[in-house]
Structures are given as structure tokens and as C-alpha cells.
């Protein structure tokens, strides 16, 4: 199915825009909720404010998210479900999670904790972008469900001390290379938890550098939301999957 947004859409963008942003509020792990920002590392002041230049370190984590550390590491079983949970102000019943505007996918990572994220460390774990049969994107799915994502951790990799990082990318001004226009350009909403894998197995997934896996000419980074379309390249590496011969231990 083909999308294309009306003029009036993109007339809801503007008006939607100084209320749109979103961050990782709380997890869920192995069925245990965890409080708001508990394993997550330390909000900046604005906490909803989105990362545009791929290139900065504060793509890693979020603003200021590689100088600081969680709280506490907290436990969760390797091929658990683990459901991360975003909110736009608060983690209120009422909160809008992200502006209906803000279109885009939505991607985790992992990488070990004793990286920091530094190098070439980090490996996609689940990512969602747009379904053309229902013309629907990640963001759609989270908002219509509270914020609420789950996501299945690999069951193979080794247990220890990993960063879980978070993403959407907001897609509305993403016709525009940040690079060409800091005024707009492609907006990620990224924050990190830290976790400690239990019962896992072997398994060194293949990783990559963030900053690295994104230019802002990537495909899915630079995206034309308001023209006709029926597909969505999901920017980034693939999504690990357990088995043998897909890691690089």
C-alpha cells in the first residue's frame, strides 16, 4: 500500500511539534516492572529532546548517556522478553508516549557493559519500521500501546554485564540532511539501560560503532515521509539471530 501525507499533515506537524518528543521512561524484566528510570542511565535535563547529528557521541546513549551510569545493573534471564516502555512527559496513564506526527521506527541494541558502547560493539537485537499492509509504523504500534515494546533478548549470548540501547527515529523532518540544515533532519529519541544476563550461552554477536552504523544520507535516516510510499528501509546493521556461525565467537 502506497502513503502519501496531505499538506494538512504536514500542517499537524508543526502544530504537534513542540509537544512530541519521547524517552525511555522503564523496563520491564523477566515479568518484573521496574520503577521509572530504575537501570536506566541518568536522564539529562531535558530528557525528551532528541540526538540529530549521527555523528556525535551523544548518539551512543543519549545527551551526556557515556559520562554516566545507571544506578544499578539489573538482572534479567538470556531469551527472556524484556518490554521497554517510552513516555513523552511521564509515565502516567494519560501521557502520549510521542506526537502522533512523529512517525519512524523503532530499533534496540546491545552491546557489553565494559565497552561503555565505545568501538565496535554494538548488535541490533530487534528493530520495527513500516508495515505497508496496515500502513503502520512502530511509533503507531507504541502509542497505541502505552509506550509498551517487547523485545526478545538472544538466548545464546554470553551471560554478563550488557548496555541495552533504545531507539526511534522520528521521520517528520527527515526529508532534509541534518548535515545540509540543522534545522531539521531526522530526529532519534536513544537512551541505555544497563542489565545483567543471566543463564545465557557462547555467543559474541558481530558488533558495530555507534556513532558509525549511520551517515545522514543513509537510507531510512534521510526519508521523504510526506511522499507517496510503500516500504521503509530500516537504517542499521541486521538483527542478530541465534545460531551457530552468526556470532564471532
Not at 511539534?17 to 537501570?39: I, W
Not at 549521527?54 to 524484556?82: F, L, Q, R, Y
Request: with cysteine.
Amino acid at each position: 500500500m502506497k502513503v502519501a501525507f496531505s499538506l494538512g499533515s504536514a500542517l499537524m506537524v508543526l502544530a504537534g511539534f513542540a509537544n512530541a518528543h519521547t524517552y525511555l521512561s522503564k523496563l520491564a524484566l523477566d515479568g518484573v516492572q521496574e520503577s521509572e528510570g530504575q537501570c536506566i542511565r541518568p536522564y539529562p535535563a531535558d530528557r525528551n529532546y532528541p540526538v540529530k547529528d549521527v555523528t556525535s557521541t551523544d548518539i551512543t546513549c543519549g545527551v551526556g548517556g557515556v559520562s554516566k551510569t545507571a544506578s544499578e545493573t539489573c538482572p534479567v534471564k538470556a531469551g527472556s522478553t524484556i518490554t521497554v516502555e517510552w513516555h513523552h512527559d511521564n509515565d502516567s496513564a494519560s501521557d502520549d508516549v510521542i506526537d502522533i506526527t512523529h512517525l519512524g521506527p523503532c530499533m534496540v541494541y546491545m552491546a557489553p557493559l565494559e565497552s561503555n558502547g565505545s568501538g565496535d560493539v554494538w548488535f541490533k537485537i530487534f528493530e520495527d519500521g513500516y508495515d505497508a499492509a496496515t500502513s503502520t509504523w512502530c511509533v503507531n504500534k507504541i502509542r497505541n500501546n502505552g509506550g509498551k515494546l517487547d523485545v526478545a533478548l538472544p538466548a545464546d549470548i554470553k551471560s554478563g554485564d550488557y548496555l541495552v540501547r533504545t531507539e526511534i527515529i522520528a521521520l517528520h523532518e527527515s526529508d532534509t540532511d541534518y548535515a545540509v540544515n540543522p534545522a531539521r533532519g531526522s530526529q532519534f529519541y536513544v537512551n541505555c539501560a544497563q542489565v545483567s544476563v543471566t543463564n545465557g550461552g557462547s555467543a559474541e554477536p558481530q558488533g558495530y560503532a555507534i556513532p558509525g552504523i549511520y551517515k545522514s544520507t543513509t537510507p531510512g535516516v534521510i526519508f521523504n515521509l510526506y511522499s507517496s510510499y510503500s516500504s521503509y528501509p530500516i537504517p542499521g546493521p541486521a538483527v542478530y539471530v541465534s545460531g551457530p556461525g552468526n556470532d564471532i565467537g
